[in-house]
């Protein structure tokens, strides 16, 4: 009596209620295994709110496919719904844009039926991307900080970096200049990579010789955004 309820069109379209919860139940677990794995593989402390997105999004999904079916009329008038939509965000990290994608794919998945292989696939890939996880893939054997030294107009920052710079077997990149204090000083930024065993304190302390004991600061945890210009 209730699978009425959902009857989109007798002839074509059609789907009950049992079918419905199944869908929107699998799209739910399956964003809970993405959500969870999420959480254990984020090498900060991951986002509340992302971590709940990850959830809704492949329910969100599937139920938009559900909707959809193979009414081409209904596709192009959610097309136009979804359009005046604007998304206004900083740009993210390219692993949570996969985590999205990721969840898009399960609720496509399920939201044309395949139920079963969408929580294959979701299981299959969360498994090897702790897996990746575990073994830091793709870790890099240096440590790639932001570097800001401020230096008097007159010093030749070039040569007096660089001495320092090659003593501590520092491969270091010039990313930005600007003045200070109405051009007496020069501020300059760089995007170092320090060895695992670099001495923090006598690197520095070698910087400061060089510029005067000006000050210095380096970024012990910067993001990707922090190097882009």
């Known amino acids: 009596m209730f699978d009425s309820i959902f009857t989109v069109d007798p002839t074509t379209d059609m789907f ?125 054997k240096t440590k790639r900080k932001l570097l800001k030294i401020t230096v008097p107009e007159n010093l030749s920052y070039e040569e007096a970096f660089q001495e320092v710079f090659k003593q501590f077997g520092i491969t270091f990149e010039l990313k930005m200049m600007r003045t200070r204090d109405l051009g007496s000083m020069f501020e300059l930024e760089y995007v170092v990579h320090l060895k695992q065993d670099t001495d923090l304190k006598q690197f520095l302390d070698a910087l400061r010789v060089r510029n005067g004991n000006l000050d210095i600061a380096l970024q012990m945890n910067a993001s990707d955004l922090d190097f882009r210009y």
């Open 16 to 140: 009950t209620l049992t079918y419905a919860l199944t869908t929107i139940f699998t799209a739910f677990l399956s964003g809970v295994i993405i959500s969870l794995t999420y959480m254990a593989t984020s090498n900060r402390a991951h986002s509340m709110n992302f971590a709940l997105t990850l959830i809704i999004v492949p329910s969100a999904v599937a139920i938009i496919i559900m909707l959809i079916g193979n009414n081409i009329a209904r596709a192009f008038s959610l097309a136009g719904a979804f359009a005046i939509i604007r998304f206004r965000s900083a740009p993210g990290d390219p692993k949570n844009i996969a985590y999205v994608l990721f969840t898009m794919a399960a609720g496509l998945s399920c939201g044309v039926g395949m139920h079963l292989f969408s929580l294959f696939f979701t299981t299959i890939l969360c498994g090897l991307m702790f897996l990746l996880h575990v073994i830091r893939f793709g870790k890099n």
